[in-house]
């Protein structure tokens, strides 16, 4: 089991910019952020497989860029955040290639316990 642990969230209006960091126990194969509204599904953000090979949410692309050390740790670079960015953002992890492959949130093993973003317009 790998241990996740997200920073980096806060309050910030509408046009700004957040820093997301995971800091990860262990190298892992496919790590990933996911988000999560109250009574919402959780929702895939943004991945990375271990080539380094990105995957984006229609909705964030050009705002939002991945990215993963070699120390094993993930980083969401948000701009131009909107309100609608607004949610619980929870960091993953996976050593299977094929959770970078679906991006479903069910084929990732471990979850770190989330840090949340709100956007105020």
């Known amino acids: 089991q790998v241990q996740l642990a997200e920073s980096g969230g806060g309050s910030v209006q509408a046009g700004g910019s957040l820093r997301l960091s995971c800091a990860s126990s262990?190298?892992?194969?496919?790590m990933a952020w996911f988000r999560q509204v109250p009574g919402s599904e959780r929702e895939g953000v943004a991945r990375?497989?271990?080539?380094?090979?990105r995957w984006y949410k229609d909705s964030v692309k050009g705002r939002f860029t991945i990215s993963r050390d070699n120390a094993k740790n993930i980083f969401l670079q948000m701009n131009n955040l909107k309100p609608s960015d607004t949610a619980i953002y929870f960091c993953?992890?996976?050593?299977?290639?094929?959770?970078?492959?679906?991006?479903?949130?069910?084929?990732?093993?471990?979850w770190g316990q989330g840090t949340q973003v709100t956007v105020s317009s």
């Open positions: 262990a190298w892992t194969g496919c």
């Open positions: 993953a992890a996976d050593p299977r290639p094929y959770s970078c492959v679906s991006g479903l949130s069910g084929s990732f093993r471990d």
């Open positions: 990375i497989d271990i080539n380094g090979g």
